[in-house]
């Protein structure tokens, strides 16, 4: 737990010393995806959820695609794929930290904000502990 406190903290002194030094940003944002993706297993509503045998079931086979309720067709799709060629669930977390990360990425530097800054707000706005919790919201929160 101890963690959870001294990251934000981190990538904060990150944002101030690499202020114009953008190898500092990298090592921001790769040190955020490296710990979305091996995040532990009982962090995050979604990481057990993911992580669940029944449910990675009754998404990946027994939902129905072409139902007009599912408004997550790509998940679905995920999951079903997963399911079926027998791969780990963890697959799911490290598909969206890619996503992620990768538009987080992508938006600093399309609007010239510095990456440290950038991780560090992304942090302190809590999007980056929320992402444990509501994963495929935040990734489509990054990709807009």
């Known amino acids: 737990m101890l963690f959870y406190l001294l990251f ?3 990538i904060v002194v990150l944002a101030f010393m690499g202020k114009n030094k953008p190898q500092y940003g ?3 944002i790769i040190l955020l995806f490296l710990f ?3 995040r532990g297993d009982n962090v995050g509503v979604d990481t057990m959820n993911y992580q669940d045998e029944g449910n990675l079931e009754y998404i990946g086979y027994n939902l129905d695609v072409n139902s007009g309720d599912n408004f997550e067709l790509l998940y679905i799709l995920l999951m079903r794929y997963i399911y ?3 791969i780990s669930p963890r697959m ?3 598909f969206f930290s890619i996503i992620t990360m ?3 990425y992508l938006g600093l530097k399309r609007f010239r904000i510095n ?3 950038g991780a560090s707000f992304f942090i302190l706005l809590n999007f980056y502990y929320d992402s444990f919790n509501v994963a495929r919201q935040v990734t489509a929160i990054s990709i807009l």
């Open 8 to 10: 934000p903290i981190v």
């Open 26 to 28: 990298y090592f921001a």
């Open 36 to 38: 979305s993706v091996f």
């Open 84 to 86: 079926q060629a027998g």
């Open 92 to 94: 799911i977390i490290t």
């Open 102 to 104: 990768l538009f987080l």
């Open 115 to 117: 990456l440290a800054a």
